[in-house]
């Protein structure tokens, strides 16, 4: 009996040390590696327990930021039971100074103690206090124009040797913030003592008017010094500094600013216009070349470029393109784009005025730039019948012979009119009848041969690019019905064209070279094209293209 009463006692016994062992266990408990750190600085939270799942760390996101996160297990065996014990550890950066909490964090069913961290502000190193390393950060204009670009300039000096080292951007609300050129190198000597300078730039754009902060910037290093605290195995001594926020004063724009609103330092608008032929003809397409560059705006910023209407002339946009590149005192914008412009009648063409209105933010005056206008002179479409009599010109001599006094006989005036009227008629009869292709050649021929005018851009752009294919497609635009280049040849009166149309078919479908092609198709359609119906003849057979493979036949 007493071997059995000692036997449950054992067993009683261990249970109770197993439900000790069990509750001290199911503890978990939270710590950091320092108490006090300065803004900037990065601190430890060690967390530990054995239960399952993990901390919550999102109650933190308002005070810190998350800056790295480890986690690793240890297991132990105690009195023959294995026990697992998981450490996280996670550096946290706090956002702002002062007395910060770190809340109780949730393992399973238990939780840590709540810590307390204080934050002191960071360190403003100066030349003038004789630190090692410090910050200085200066901007070109402090109350800059709403949208404005304006230069943001970062110095990290230091006169000790840094082994490693991390500069923070500048960030704040309401502003666009680029980074501009490469980091510069150099050395400067402050009150006797020599410092290495790194020198970063920015371009900073404000989104709004009003008080916008930029700020302060963080340097995170480790200084090469020997003997230190924290200098463990040549790793360096930790070290952090920050520079002064900076507001700025934006002022939105003047009440006699112009629409759009482009506040630069500089800008030109300039075009191609005095390469432009003086002389062409009707359906000749030109091609000018508008562009906008301004310093101190990005591409995004300027306005599209567009040409005023041009009376007796069509215009045709080409695709916009846009540019944005640096330079010393920010970024530079650009936008070119082609027209093809394409007179639609003879006589004198006159081409207004160019101009773009913007902001000098250096004389805070408002600028315009203005291309001067011009004018061609348009000869009639080759092949084009001759010009009807201009307006105002005197009627022919039976007009007036009309008005000379005749016998009053009424008879004779009646058989007038009816031959008048049956001539009418039959007028309308005939052009009643008349077949489609011939009334739709007169009405093209009174409109200034529109037809010519169609496809005149495209072969134009298509030219420019080199791209054969997009020139073969505004050729068979040329004329309705059409549909490949074999067609085309068969209706051009003019050998030169047709030479240039059989090359390009020997180009796209057999390989040739093409060597001179490009100059070849823009020489020999310079000019308004002559087809056959108009001239009156058909080419020979051997102007139609050869067969494609020749041995095949």
Same mark, same amino acid.
């Given at each position: 009996m007493k071997s059995h009463a000692a036997r449950t006692v054992a067993c009683l016994f261990a249970i109770a040390l197993l439900l000790c062992a069990g509750n001290a266990a199911a503890q978990v408990r939270a710590w950091l590696d320092r108490s006090g750190i300065a803004l900037g600085e990065s601190v430890t939270l060690n967390v530990e327990g054995n239960l399952g799942g993990e901390p919550d760390f999102s109650v933190l996101s308002n005070d810190f930021r998350i800056v790295?996160?480890?986690?690793?297990?240890?297991?132990?065996? %105690?009195?023959? =039971? +294995?026990? &697992?014990?998981?450490?996280? =550890?996670?550096?946290?950066?706090?956002?702002?100074?002062?007395?910060?909490? %770190? $809340?109780?964090?949730? %393992?399973?069913?238990?939780?840590?103690? $709540?810590?307390?961290?204080?934050? &002191?502000? +960071? $360190? &403003?190193?100066?030349?003038?206090?004789?630190?090692?390393?410090?910050?200085?950060v200066e901007v070109d204009d402090p109350s800059p124009y709403v949208q404005q670009q304006i230069a943001f300039t970062v110095r990290l000096f230091y006169a000790v040797a840094l082994l490693e080292g991390n500069l923070d951007e500048p960030a704040g609300d309401g502003l666009q913030i680029r980074r501009i050129g490469q980091d510069a190198n150099f050395s400067r000597e402050i009150a006797g003592r020599r410092y290495n300078v790194v020198e970063r730039r920015y371009a900073l754009t404000p989104e709004r008017s009003g008080a916008l902060t930029v700020r302060g910037v963080t340097f995170r290093g480790r200084l090469a010094r020997s003997g230190q605290p924290g200098s463990f195995f040549g790793q360096g001594v930790p070290m952090v500094t920050g520079s002064d926020p900076v507001t700025l004063e934006v002022r939105p724009a003047p009440a006699n600013a112009p629409t759009p609103w482009l506040p630069a330092r500089e800008l030109t608008l300039r075009d191609d216009a005095e390469r432009l032929r003086r002389e062409v003809r009707v359906g000749d397409a030109l091609e000018l070349t508008l562009v906008m560059e301004a310093k101190g705006l990005s591409a995004e910023q300027m306005p599209e470029l567009m040409l005023p209407a041009i009376p007796g002339a069509e215009i045709y946009p080409d695709q916009e393109t846009r540019e944005t590149t640096e330079s010393g005192h920010g970024v530079v914008g650009k936008r070119t784009r082609k027209f093809a412009i394409v007179p639609l009648r003879e006589g004198r063409v006159e081409f207004p005025e160019r101009s773009i209105t913007w902001w000098n933010v250096q004389t805070n005056q408002v600028q315009r730039n203005t291309l001067p206008a011009f004018a061609l002179d348009v000869l009639p479409a080759a092949g084009a019948p001759a010009a009807l009599r201009p307006e105002g010109a005197e009627l022919p001599s039976i007009a007036a012979s009309a008005m000379e006094p005749v016998p009053p006989n009424v008879r004779l005036w009646q058989l007038l009119a009816a031959v008048f009227a049956l001539a009418w008629l039959l007028t309308l009869t005939a052009w009643r009848f008349l077949p489609a292709r011939a009334v739709a050649r007169a009405t093209l021929d009174e409109t200034g041969v529109r037809r010519m005018t169609a496809w005149r851009p495209e072969l134009a752009h298509a030219l420019a690019r080199n791209d054969l294919s997009a020139a073969r497609r505004a050729l068979l635009r040329m004329q309705p019905g059409l549909c490949d280049l074999e067609a085309v040849v068969s209706r051009l009166a003019d050998p030169e064209q047709r030479d240039a149309v059989m090359a390009l078919e020997r180009a796209l479908y057999r390989g040739d070279a093409c060597g001179d092609l490009v100059e070849r198709l823009r020489r020999a359609f310079a000019r308004s094209p002559v087809f056959v119906e108009d001239a009156g003849f058909r080419p020979a057979s051997r102007d139609r293209l050869p067969p494609l493979y020749p041995g095949m036949q």
């Open positions: 790295n996160r480890s986690t690793s297990s240890q297991v132990q065996i %105690i009195n023959g =039971a +294995m026990a &697992r014990t998981n450490l996280w =550890a996670v550096a946290l950066e706090p956002l702002r100074e002062g007395t910060l909490v %770190i $809340p109780a964090l949730t %393992i399973g069913n238990q939780q840590t103690e $709540p810590l307390t961290l204080t934050v &002191r502000p +960071m $360190p &403003r190193g100066s030349a003038a206090s004789g630190d090692d390393v410090f910050l200085e």
